[in-house]
């Protein structure tokens, strides 16, 4: 039915919607490449972005945003931020696609026995654990379009002059550019930024950039000499003052002298 080029065609409504989120879900485990980096994705989890969402839908960003919200309020839903996406984790997927097994073979439903029935409790069997639901992770933060679009214009320069560090295992994030940006200078940021760079072992050293940036910014303002102390500045009237004291002190001698 979701292939169906008509399913797509309309604009969802929130039960369409909720029935789409649970049907792109990952049924078995798998992973995506976003940015260049491996993401894993379990079963029951989805990968894909608001922007994916309001696309499909044909919702607002807005209106996306509110209708997860509300998921996770209800506990249908946990979203956990990485340092590149945000993975949707559906509660209870168990419950909506079964336990798993893939065995659809049909052919010989007409001969098959039929299947027995599962002891109670009352027999001394004790129930199947439920299944855990994933923890509750804090509301994802929502940036201004100003500091996404320049954030990502911090991503296409380090693409052009910073490749290595988008290699890292974990690296910027929006979160953790923005605190750069406030605490350091420009020269700052990018004299360290290429010198992380152009350092051989860069990969095989190092795993965050956020904290790599940090430490090479320490170093630096501890290499650093202290400035020379500033010497006494001197009083423009100095010597204008000593002559007159002179003056003063000869007239005085004078005078002296004469009685």
């Not at 490749?163 to 690296?171: A, I, K, Q, V």
């Not at 095989?204 to 320490?218: C, P």
């Amino acid at each position: 039915m979701m292939l169906n080029p008509k399913y797509l065609n309309e604009p969802f409504c929130k039960n369409m919607a909720w029935v789409d989120l649970v049907g792109i879900a990952a049924f078995t485990k798998t992973y995506t490449i976003i940015r260049g980096i491996r993401v894993p994705i379990l079963r029951g989890q989805i990968g894909y972005g608001v922007d994916f969402l309001s696309q499909r839908w044909k919702w607002s960003r807005g209106k996306v945003e509110r209708f997860l919200n509300n998921l996770e309020i209800e506990k249908e839903i946990v979203r956990q931020k990485t340092n590149v996406t945000t993975i949707i984790s559906i509660c209870n997927y168990n419950l909506y696609q079964g336990n798993g097994n893939t065995d659809c073979n049909t052919d010989n439903k007409a001969n098959s026995k039929p299947k027995s029935r599962k002891p109670l409790v009352s027999e001394g069997i004790k129930p199947p654990k439920k299944v855990k639901e994933p923890k509750e992770v804090k509301e994802e933060e929502v940036y201004t379009p100003a500091q996404t679009e320049s954030f990502n214009k911090f991503q296409t320069w380090l693409k052009d002059k910073a490749p290595r560090l988008l290699e890292l295992r974990d690296s910027f994030t929006i979160d953790q550019f923005l605190k750069i940006r406030s605490e350091f200078d420009n020269k700052t940021i990018i004299d360290v930024i290429l010198s992380m760079q152009n350092y051989k072992d860069l990969l095989k050293k190092y795993v965050s950039a956020d904290l790599t940036f940090r430490n090479w910014v320490k170093l630096r303002q501890e290499r650093q000499p202290e400035p020379p102390p500033k010497l006494p500045e001197e009083d423009p009237n100095a010597k204008t003052k000593e002559r007159m004291s002179n003056m003063v002190h000869n007239i005085k001698q004078q005078n002296h002298e004469a009685y």
